[in-house]
């Protein structure tokens, strides 16, 4: 009998800790709607595959100037931080480039094509990572 008298006492132990934790991570935090969490986890996926794949030569700040390459390809990776850069590429041609290589775009055939390597929802997450460098009409800081 007095063991489950202590369990029971343990139990409500346990349960109140977890309510006050509860009760003290929620009450500092708003909760975010299913989009903004998207949105989240869209935005930390882009960036993480644009240091991955892109960085390399576009330079992590999307400069064009990549740590390993961008210094010595010719032509010079494209520069996302310039506002002419995003003037005649829409998303579809952003997305096609992606896909199938800058080379199905017109451009040099030294960007390689992701679209085996990348899911159509990464590459879509790239995008918008690419959007948002300074120079894009998408990136809120340049409004």
Not at 45 to 67: F, K, Q, S, T, V
Not at 84 to 101: C, M, N, Q, T, W
Not at 132 to 138: A, E, L, R, T, V
Request: hydrophobic letters at 30%; glycine letters at 10%; one cysteine or more.
């Amino acid at each position: 009998m007095s063991r489950n008298k202590h369990s029971a006492g343990l139990y409500r132990v346990f349960a109140g800790i977890c309510a006050c934790l509860l009760c003290s991570c929620s009450a500092n935090q708003e909760h975010a709607s299913a989009d903004e969490q998207k949105t989240s986890y869209a935005s930390i996926d882009g960036r993480r595959l644009y240091m991955h794949y892109c960085a390399i030569c576009h330079g992590e700040n999307g400069d064009g100037a990549g740590r390993y390459y961008g210094f010595s390809l010719e032509p010079k990776p494209a520069d996302f931080t310039d506002d002419s850069f995003f003037e005649e590429r829409d998303s579809e041609l952003l997305y096609k480039a992606i896909s199938e290589g800058s080379a199905s775009v017109g451009r040099s055939n030294l960007c390689p094509p992701w679209g085996r390597t990348l899911h159509k929802e990464e590459v879509g997450f790239l995008i918008d990572h690419i959007r948002s460098f300074p120079g894009s009409d998408d990136n809120p800081e340049d409004k």
